[in-house]
């Protein structure tokens, strides 16, 4: 679990396998003009039962969100058998989120561009969102005073108070925020990570962090800023960086972005954004009743209705099935 510790600062630790630094205070604005979110239609997602949860963005050929479908549009498998929905609904709602940040000392030159960005992220989404900042080098800092905030001045004091400096612990920060984000009232979860470089410091690998965001809801998001020089000099190493992240993003159903350069990160920020409020949720409790903990592929079909052509869905590529032994 993270662990947020009261002091002048706040401590985030990883699990058993890290023991967290000390974090700072959150400060955050007033919010941006946004509609409230709907309020689910009679029903919420309950966690007592085995229900397995996808977020799907359905998007056109010219990469536009698809809306007003309905249930019947939508096919799911799991293992290549159909299952039944359970759910299914189409709207704006609040979410949980953590925003991962870079903090090493590669991005000393790019940090005030992602502080900016960051803020617009939060400022453009919903107005009920509940958030978290997470900064990370060589370990890694939940930097909100509580869990979680809605407060956008306690947001924007955390960014401020960025150092850049260290190396980049990018698993150890990704598993960590995971773990912090069970503990969101929302249903809905989603990360946003920005990073500039390779992972060159977690005790845990690229591997464990995919399987830790296939064993959750969250819908992981990034974007990697490599300067010029990076992608010269260290190219097997900024390949191997990009490749962490569109594994991340894949197998969660989320995106990764590659600005040119750190001035672009805001605009992409915005487009985050927007991705994470026009999604579907779908729900069903699986067939397979097996407790075996293996990992289990997910499909999602949509059949356009008339006039509308091709439509592309993207959402998670699977997840685990809580184990018999662990409970989990």
């Not at 929905?85 to 903090?103: C, H, K, Q, T, Y």
């Not at 977690?202 to 995919?210: E, I, M, N, Q």
């Not at 490599?226 to 990009?242: E, G, P, Y």
């Not at 069903?284 to 592929?297: A, E, I």
């Amino acid at each position: 679990m993270l662990r947020a510790a009261r002091s002048a600062r706040w401590s985030f630790a990883l699990s058993a396998f890290l023991v967290a630094a000390a974090a700072v205070t959150l400060l955050r604005a007033q919010q941006a003009p946004l509609p409230p979110p709907q309020e689910p239609s009679g029903y919420a997602i309950q966690r007592d039962v085995d229900l397995v949860v996808l977020h799907a963005a359905v998007l056109n050929s010219r990469g536009q969100f698809v809306p007003g479908l309905k249930q019947d549009n939508f096919r799911v498998f799991e293992d290549k058998v159909e299952q039944k929905l359970s759910l299914f609904r189409e709207e704006d709602v609040a979410v949980s989120m953590g925003l991962i940040i870079d903090n090493s000392g590669s991005m000393r030159d790019k940090i005030a561009q992602v502080k900016t960005a960051a803020m617009t992220f939060v400022k453009v989404s919903n107005p009920q969102d509940e958030t978290f900042i997470v900064n990370f080098n060589d370990d890694f800092y939940l930097d909100t005073v509580s869990d979680f905030t809605s407060n956008l001045d306690e947001l924007k004091d955390g960014l401020d108070r960025i150092d850049a400096r260290g190396s980049t612990a990018l698993y150890d920060a990704v598993i960590g925020s995971l773990d912090h984000l069970k503990k969101g009232r929302r249903d809905k979860k989603v990360l946003l990570l920005i990073s500039d470089g390779v992972d060159n410091a977690s005790r845990r690998t690229l591997t464990d962090a995919v399987r830790e965001a296939q064993k959750s809801d969250a819908v992981i998001y990034a974007i990697g800023i490599f300067s010029d020089d990076d992608l010269k000099q260290n190219r097997s190493q900024m390949r191997k960086a990009r490749g962490a992240l569109i594994d991340l993003t894949t197998a969660t159903g989320g995106l990764a972005f590659f600005p040119e350069t750190a001035n672009e990160t805001e605009a992409l920020c915005t487009q985050i954004a927007h991705d994470i409020r026009n999604q579907y949720t779908l729900a069903y409790s699986p067939t397979n009743l097996s407790r075996d903990g293996k990992f289990r592929s997910v499909m999602v079909d949509v059949t356009p209705p008339k006039g509308i052509g091709k439509l592309l869905v993207r959402t998670r590529t699977g997840y685990y099935p809580r184990s018999a032994a662990s409970g989990n």
